[in-house]
C-alpha cells in the first residue's frame, strides 16, 4: 500500500482537522457564552436579593413608622381631649421630597403636626430611658407641635406651654409624672436657651404656672 497522492485525498480527509478546529472553536464559544451567562444571572440573582432587601426594609420602616406614629397620635389625643390631632412621623420620602431642617413643624390651622422620625421614635422611647437628652428632646419638641396645632402661635410662649405638658405626655406615653418634670426642667436650662431668640422661655417653669395649658 502506497501513501496516497495530495491528489488522491478525499474532501472528508482533508476537512478533518479543519472541522476539529472549528468543534474546538464551538466548545470554547459554548463554554465562554455559559460562563458569561453564569455572570449575567450572578449579577441578576445579587440585584434580585438587594431589590428585595430593600422592599422588605421599607415595609418594615413603614409599619415601625406607623406604630410610633400610633402612640405618639393616641398620647397626644389623650393629654389635649382632641381626637382630630395626629401626629405623622416623617418618611424618608418625605423628607426627599419637601427636605425640612427642623425637628417638627406644623400647618397653620392643620390638626397634624409633622415630626422627624428619629425624634418621633426618641419620644416613644422616652419612658425606657427618661434621663436620655435625645428622648428628651423627642418628648418636648412632639409636645411643643401639639402646642402650635391646639393655637399657641408664639414661640416662646409655644416652648413655655410645652414644658409645662410635657409631664402630661411623659404618662400618656407611659412614664412617670416625676420623670417628665425633670425632662421639662431639664430642657429649660440645658436646650431652650440654645434655640433661636424668638424660641426662649427663660424663667417659664419658675413662675409656677403655664402661661396657658394645651386646653385653653
Ligand atoms: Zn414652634
Not at 468543534?23 to 440585584?47: D, I, V
Not at 382632641?82 to 405623622?88: E, K, Q
Request: proline share 6%.
Amino acid at each position: 500500500m502506497t501513501a496516497p497522492e495530495l491528489g488522491d485525498l478525499s474532501p472528508e480527509v482533508a476537512s478533518a482537522p479543519d472541522e476539529l478546529d472549528r468543534a474546538r472553536r464551538r466548545q470554547a464559544n459554548r463554554r465562554m457564552a455559559m460562563r458569561r451567562f453564569r455572570r449575567r444571572s450572578g449579577w441578576a440573582t445579587l440585584l434580585r436579593v438587594i431589590a428585595a432587601a430593600l422592599v422588605l426594609g421599607a415595609i418594615a420602616n413603614e409599619v415601625y413608622a406607623r406604630h410610633l406614629e400610633n402612640q405618639l397620635t393616641e398620647a397626644v389625643q389623650r393629654v389635649t381631649g382632641r381626637d382630630d390631632l395626629s401626629i405623622h412621623c416623617r418618611r424618608i420620602w418625605d423628607e426627599i421630597a419637601e427636605p425640612r431642617a427642623v425637628d417638627g413643624y406644623v400647618w397653620w390651622g392643620d390638626t397634624t403636626a409633622h415630626v422627624g422620625l428619629p425624634v418621633c421614635r426618641h419620644a416613644v422611647r422616652w419612658p425606657d430611658d427618661p434621663t436620655d437628652d435625645d428622648a428628651r428632646v423627642g418628648l418636648l419638641v412632639v409636645i411643643h407641635e401639639v402646642a402650635h396645632l391646639v393655637g399657641h402661635v408664639d414661640e416662646s410662649e409655644t416652648e413655655c406651654v410645652a414644658m409645662w405638658a410635657a409631664p402630661d405626655l411623659g404618662v400618656a406615653l407611659g412614664g412617670t409624672r416625676a420623670e417628665g418634670r425633670a425632662a421639662a426642667a431639664w430642657y429649660q436650662t440645658e436646650r431652650n436657651p440654645l434655640l433661636f431668640p424668638e424660641y426662649h422661655a427663660p424663667g417659664c417653669l419658675a413662675s409656677g404656672r403655664p402661661p396657658s395649658s394645651l386646653l385653653d
